[in-house]
């Protein structure tokens, strides 16, 4: 199985900071990846997929990039919205694996 | 708009089956556009796959998962199902379904269900 490790597991932020998601992997899934929003009691949302494919109706300030192993979500100025976990997944091959999430909290 | 509600006991005594279905609006769970997929969150943890069908009806499962779980469609009722036998405390987890379009997102899931809890207790 394809390992997903994200880092950091938790972040505190500001509102209006600019904040950075890692997740590597553990063999080469070339581009086959999706970032997820998660609130607590919601449904989780698409925010990117194939690594960097900004997902219809999901504000620009979130952009993903990277291939191979390693990849990173960016949140260009983060708003009260935003504070919430996020989850890489692997579609590359199966099984498809997530990574274990971060938690992106009020400082 | 497609949309996607999950159902299902709320509760399940050790060693029983889980089963759940979800209904799908606003489209065809047999249509050859879409792809349908099983996700859980264990409390205190990350999303885990469980698996996916597709319009073929080929099904791929997560090995860890696997001797255990069945996924299905009902056309003639437009939902999906999932069943999963022998459970253990360990498959207590919000359950999601959701769906992956046959497109450039092919892969990611698009769109998802609110979920559903389901504890395994005695």
């Known amino acids: 199985d394809i390992q997903m490790t994200q880092s950091p597991s938790t972040l505190s932020a500001s509102v209006g900071d600019r904040v950075t998601i890692t997740c590597r992997a553990s063999?080469?899934?070339?581009?086959?990846l999706a970032w997820y929003q998660h609130r607590p009691g919601k449904a989780p949302n698409l925010l990117i997929y194939k690594a960097f494919s900004l997902e219809s109706g999901v504000p620009s300030r979130f952009s993903g990039s990277g291939s191979g192993t390693e990849f990173t979500l960016t949140i260009s100025s983060l708003q009260p919205d935003d504070f919430a976990t996020y989850y890489c997944q692997q579609y590359d091959s199966y099984p498809w694996t997530f990574g274990q999430g971060t938690k992106v909290e009020i400082k | 708009q497609l949309q996607l509600q999950e159902s299902g006991p709320g509760l399940v005594k050790p060693s029983e089956t889980l089963s759940l279905t979800c209904n799908v609006s606003g489209g065809s769970v047999s249509h050859s556009t879409n792809y349908w997929g099983w996700i859980r969150r264990p409390p205190g943890k990350g999303l885990e796959w469980i698996g996916n069908l597709y319009y073929s009806d080929s099904t791929y499962y997560n090995p860890s998962l696997k001797s255990r779980v069945t996924i299905s469609v009902d056309t003639s009722k437009n939902y999906l199902s999932l069943s999963l036998s022998s459970v253990t405390v360990a498959d207590t987890a919000i359950y999601y379904c959701?769906?992956?379009?046959?497109?450039?997102?092919?892969?990611?899931?698009?769109?998802w269900g609110q979920g559903t809890m389901v504890t395994v207790s005695s």
């Open positions: 959701a769906q992956s379009p046959v497109s450039a997102v092919a892969g990611a899931f698009q769109i």
């Open positions: 063999q080469s899934i070339s581009s086959w």
